[in-house]
């Protein structure tokens, strides 16, 4: 986790060329998709339309108050960092930002907030940051075009979906990060494997599962097994779980039925049977799906093939020993990420 001084940066005085170079390079390396790399740089040369700008070039008349929290001025910090209703989403990030323990926040410009974050963050941190502000940008527009709100797993979820790192990443503090994946064998059957690691990266428990003379389409798998990783996430008590895939037509369809706006004719497919039973058992906890790439779900994909092996099989606070070596390189990309900071 990593926590920015924001008194010290406040005071911060490298010149306005050199900030402007140094925060451009910075957010070009960021470990995340153009578009939100584009958007944050948008942002530290304000050309967000934020409300306050919009009165400033006249395009709106009176008010400039935030149409989030209807108290303050809406600049770009304002909007982006320091609303009420965006602060809870620093902290439940995985950088962890801790906003209220800010002090003269108010009063710098998103520039010289991004200039310092360059200092502290590597290029994933960076990544995140890009993909934090796409998410809260996104979040805004939400409320003041559709007058729709958010909620924290929607906006993770929008900002992850532009988040981009090769390595798996921690889940925060008391969270459980389950990794999931199938492997499909034509004529053999298919393997399920899940990992439950905590915030250390630690295995808290790990499983395997057959079905033999069962082969199944790779997301009509994946999606089984994120239904039989729900079942073990009940079974081991764990009430609050990150589940990561690595299936975008899983994540997809996911979000779609999750969001409610399912306009698809074929609501009945089979993916989409298992996904509201996945939906049912889910609710009433404070778990979640996200995306990750398949580097970052190794050890479930190892343990997915290793399940034609073991079959059902749990692991408590351990993995089998194929695993161990891809476990101990997260582990290590942990470590190294840390030393960098
Ligand atoms: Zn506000």
Sequence with gaps: MVSLCISHMASGSSSALNSNSKVAEGIWKAAASLRCRKLLWRACREGLPVRSLLLQKGIIKDDDTCPCCGTC??????????????????????????????????????????????????????????????????????????????????????????????????????????NFAASVIEDV????????????????????????????????ADTLCYKWAIEKAEELWFPEVIFETDCQQLYTQWNILTQGNNNTSDYTSYLNEILDECINMMQGTESSLTLVVHNANKVAQCLAAVAYDYGERIWVEDVPNEASECLQSDAAEIANVSSNQ
């Excluded at 899940?194 to 295995?203: A, D, H, L, Q």
């Design 189 to 220: 059957g298919t393997g399920l494997g899940v990992v439950f690691r905590n915030s250390k990266g630690e295995p808290m428990a790990s499983g395997t599962y057959f079905m033999a003379d069962e082969c199944y389409d790779s997301e009509i």
């Design 73 to 178: 001025k809406e600049t770009t910090t304002h909007a982006l960092l320091l609303c009420e209703g965006v602060k809870p989403f620093w902290l439940g990030s995985p950088l962890g930002l801790r906003v209220d323990s800010w002090h003269n926040v108010a009063n710098i410009t998103m520039l010289q907030w991004v200039d310092q974050c360059v200092d502290v963050l590597d290029k994933r941190g960076m990544g995140m940051l890009c993909a934090m502000v796409w998410g809260l940008w996104n979040k805004r527009n939400a409320w003041v075009l559709k007058k729709k709100k958010l909620d924290f797993a929607q906006v993770m979820a929008k900002a992850l979906s532009v988040f981009v790192t090769d390595e798996w990443v921690p889940p925060l503090d008391s969270k459980i990060k389950a």
